[in-house]
């Protein structure tokens, strides 16, 4: 996460995480080192927008990103 960063604009653009009859479609966790995204499997066209749109921003500020698969919370450190 670069010095300074506020990650209000990015999380202002995405779509709406609630599909019709409240379900979450897709969650995050915006963290000091980077970011969660969990895709609950509702609606894969709405999350991949939301999961796009948080590569999108990495890319702006560095060539490259780390994407991890992470399949239980467990897993995470």
Known sequence: RPNGWDPSAVLQGLPSPIA???????????EKYGFYFVDQLVDSEISAIAFKSFIDEALSHDQAVVIEKITHPRDIT
């Open 20 to 30: 019709p009859g409240f379900r979450e479609i897709y969650n995050y966790s915006v």
